[in-house]
């Protein structure tokens, strides 16, 4: 499978209904497509925490997908369940990618430490939780696209990290 396979779920409540416009969705298919990225989906769900885990599990498990990347539930809201549902799916952490997009966009907004946003793995694909905000998908994802490629080739099995 050549390339990045990519999901893009915003959790929601406000634009699950409708409420609002999904911008931070939206800003993340145009990284991801600026990227290389073939985006397979795009879903909104609601912040409730067993949908989302049942979406993270149904496009893990698809085997087509090997990059799904949230956006929204991440902070300290009641509503806020992103990290939990990401947790009840992975079976690997990545920390080091969750890590590093708080320590680098600490240096932007001091709302970054209130990030609980996780990283893992689940059958071979690489799971990342990304703030609500489009300002917070730009800011984190500029981190952590530099690595993305040779992570998902890293997955795949190739031993030198190339995707072609």
């Known amino acids: 499978m050549p390339g990045i396979q990519a999901v893009v779920i915003t959790a929601s409540d406000a634009c699950s ?5 999904d911008e931070s ?6 990284l991801l497509t600026e990227l290389g990225a073939e985006i397979v ?7 409730d925490l067993e949908p989302l885990a049942g979406k993270l599990r ?8 090997n990059l799904i990347v949230t956006t929204g539930g991440t902070g300290l809201a009641p509503r806020d369940n992103t990290p939990e549902a990401t ?3 992975i079976e ?18 001091p709302m970054a430490m209130i990030s609980r946003g996780v990283c893992g793995i689940r059958s071979g694909t690489l799971i990342i939780n990304l703030p ?6 730009r800011e984190s994802f500029a981190v952590i696209a530099p690595v993305l490629n040779h992570a998902i080739a890293l997955l795949a099995g190739s031993p030198g990290g190339n995707l072609h």
């Open 17 to 21: 209904v409708g409420e609002r416009e």
């Open 25 to 30: 969705g939206a800003t993340l298919v145009q």
């Open 41 to 47: 989906a795009k879903e909104i769900v609601n912040d």
């Open 58 to 65: 149904a496009f893990a498990d698809r085997g087509e997908v």
């Open 87 to 89: 947790l009840a799916v």
């Open 92 to 109: 690997r952490e990545a920390p080091g990618l969750a890590e590093a997009m708080r320590i680098e966009t600490l240096k932007q907004t």
């Open 132 to 137: 609500g905000s489009p300002k917070g998908v």
